[in-house]
């Protein structure tokens, strides 16, 4: 990977981070607590709750990839950084582009 591209991954990754931040900003308002005392009916309270479980999940997984995103941010420099974690080889700077978070290469990622 040139420097450049290097410089633009860090730019994309640094974009991407502050984004998951909104995104998660966002999550933690719609996974707040539902009180009891609310006046919902049975069925929309039933509603509240599942969607509640929908965004908690959804939390977990933003907070996930804000996580490999500050990893890959620190890691940029390193001389390990876009190879595979699984098979050693290049990660195509095009799905790094895409993913920068991606530890592994499509191949190895198709086989998990």
Do not use: W
């Amino acid at each position: 990977m040139t420097k450049e591209e290097r410089s633009e991954l860090l730019l994309k990754i640094n974009e991407k981070i502050i984004q998951a931040q909104a995104e998660i900003a966002h999550l933690e308002e719609t996974t707040k607590p539902i009180a009891p005392e609310n006046s919902l009916g049975r069925i929309s309270r039933m509603d509240a709750i599942n969607n509640k479980g929908v965004a908690e999940a959804a939390l977990r997984s933003s907070q996930k990839k804000l996580n490999k995103l500050k990893l890959a941010s620190s890691m940029i420099d390193q001389a390990g950084f876009g190879k595979c974690t699984m098979c050693k080889n290049k990660i195509a700077t095009a799905r790094l582009m895409y993913m920068p978070e991606s530890q592994r290469c499509i191949n190895c990622a198709d086989r998990k």
